[in-house]
């Protein structure tokens, strides 16, 4: 009885906590939120990140960002239900995805992310609403690139923060020490932007009422200095426990399972990128019943 008791004076209390944190001044808003973090695992017995490699593994990953993508309404439902940009034919664009560990051959994503390094010809997604912005960091000769099509299974997302928060670290990572790139940048829906400004650094450069790419949403332009952004985590989260130190978590803890190429690897399997890639996926679409993940998405 008293155990029940204090969890639902717990649960109104953390209502309240949440109702009251617009109003509180945005020093202290930020000291709570970031003190607020859960214990931050970078291993979980039964999930392996990787990049996407064969076909069929693209073609999961698009399918998932479809069918997240029509739930949430920021697209309208295709034929086949796959969510491919015109910035994946970019041979330098990467697809990504978090796996669970079973013992079957064909890899089932609960999680994907795409970046994409800015390109002369086709720009980033996000020049569609923010190009001005995006421009004014070109100017200053800034190697760029946008992390989009983020998606994660809802079965795998309630009260389970440390999916994304591993999806978040090997992002930053890959764009920091493989693509080595100034800026890492992102849309997002108005109501994440505390998730990215307040614990994961991100600077807001602008918003706009009405985004195209996502079914005219409001959207968030955001950018991560990745030249500052260990030194910032550092002086921010430095000397906080172990367990919900962002800076440890990013920079200084053990590898999270995860399977990327590297160059002077020989890769034993054929991966495709670019138009080739999209061309195979469509083509090979062409043979299957793809029926949507969520029956009540669509």
């Known amino acids: 009885m008293i155990t029940a008791l204090i969890s639902i004076i717990m649960n109104i209390s953390n209502t309240l906590a ?69 910035h994946h034919s970019n041979p330098e664009a990467r697809v990504f995805m978090g796996c669970l560990t079973d013992n079957q051959a064909e890899k089932t994503p609960i999680y994907t992310a795409s970046l994409f390094p800015d390109d002369k010809q086709e720009g980033l997604p996000m020049d569609i609403g923010f190009k001005s912005q995006v421009d004014e960091l ?13 998606a994660s299974h809802p079965l795998y997302r309630k009260g389970n923060k440390h999916i994304p928060m591993l999806g978040n670290r ?11 790139a ?5 849309t997002v829906h108005p109501k ?23 079914n005219n949403n409001p959207a968030v332009a955001l950018r991560l200095n990745l030249n500052i952004v260990r030194q910032r985590c550092q002086e921010i989260y430095g000397k906080m426990p172990k367990k919900r130190n962002l800076y440890h978590f990013f920079f200084e ?17 054929k991966r495709y990128y670019g138009s080739d890639m999209i061309n195979r996926v469509i083509a090979y679409s062409a043979t299957r019943q793809l029926l949507p993940l969520f029956p009540e998405s669509g």
Do not use: W
């Open 192 to 214: 994440y932007l505390k998730i990215y400004e307040d614990i994961l650094l991100f600077e807001k450069i602008g918003q706009i009422p009405s985004f195209s790419y996502v």
């Open 253 to 269: 803890s053990g590898s999270t399972p995860i399977d990327l190429p590297f160059e002077e690897e020989e890769e034993t399997v």
């Open 170 to 180: 090997m992002i930053v990572l890959y764009a920091l020490n493989t693509i080595r």
């Open 18 to 86: 949440k109702s009251l944190l617009p109003y509180v001044p945005t020093y202290f808003r930020k000291r709570i939120i970031r003190g607020a973090l859960p214990d931050l695992q970078t291993n979980l017995d039964d999930i392996t990140f990787c990049e996407a490699c064969s076909i069929e593994e693209y073609m999961s990953c698009f399918r998932l960002l479809h069918d997240v993508y029509v739930k949430a309404g920021f697209i309208q439902p295709t034929t086949p239900p796959l969510r491919i940009i015109r």
């Open 138 to 150: 070109r100017s200053q000769g800034r190697r760029l690139v946008e992390v989009g099509c983020l």
């Open 182 to 186: 100034d800026d890492l940048l992102i």
